[in-house]
């Protein structure tokens, strides 16, 4: 097995595992705990674990798929740079998430106490959830730039394709 096929396979991986780590949590745990876990601090709170552990996981997984890209570096198509841009706006999407937007609103909630004891209309709770619905438009459109990296696909643009030749 080359040496290429391995970063290739790999690249994949990391591709895919990125995009599982933005999909699970955001569109398949955080519904099921707010409709299960009895609290909406509680799930909150552990929404927030779990995404806290998916970013990090993500931006790791960001610099390997660098790494690997960079040992395949081939042609400058179009393609290329566009895997190459589109990865750095998924780093900085989740890196906002992460570094920015989790520490206002844990501030926020800090400040604010349990969700359920506060009025609907009060204003801290109302700047929760604007902060909040801004990390979730976020969190779509790093999802939706995750898509068209793996739709783009793991191997850059190295020569033409040789008839016959797995890819």
Request: proline share 4%; charged share 15%.
């Amino acid at each position: 097995m080359k040496a290429e096929c391995v970063r290739i396979g790999a690249a994949r991986v990391c591709l895919a595992m990125m995009l599982a780590l933005l999909v699970v949590p955001g569109y398949v745990v955080a519904p099921v705990l707010f409709a299960k876990a009895g609290s909406v601090s509680l799930a909150g709170m552990l929404a927030g674990e779990i995404f806290h552990a998916a970013n990090i996981s993500i931006l790791l997984l960001a610099v390997a798929l660098a790494f690997f890209w960079k040992r395949m570096q081939g042609k400058h198509t179009k393609a290329n740079r566009w895997r190459w841009i589109l990865l750095f706006v998924v780093v900085a999407l989740v890196a906002m998430n992460e570094f920015v937007l989790s520490s206002i609103m844990a501030d926020i909630k800090l400040q604010m106490g349990p969700i359920e004891d506060v009025a609907r209309d009060d204003p801290q709770r109302r700047l929760f959830g604007m902060w909040h619905g801004l990390s979730a438009i976020l969190h779509l459109l790093t999802t939706i730039i995750a898509v068209l990296l793996v739709a783009l696909g793991a191997r850059p643009a190295i020569a033409e394709p040789v008839a016959g030749e797995p890819v």
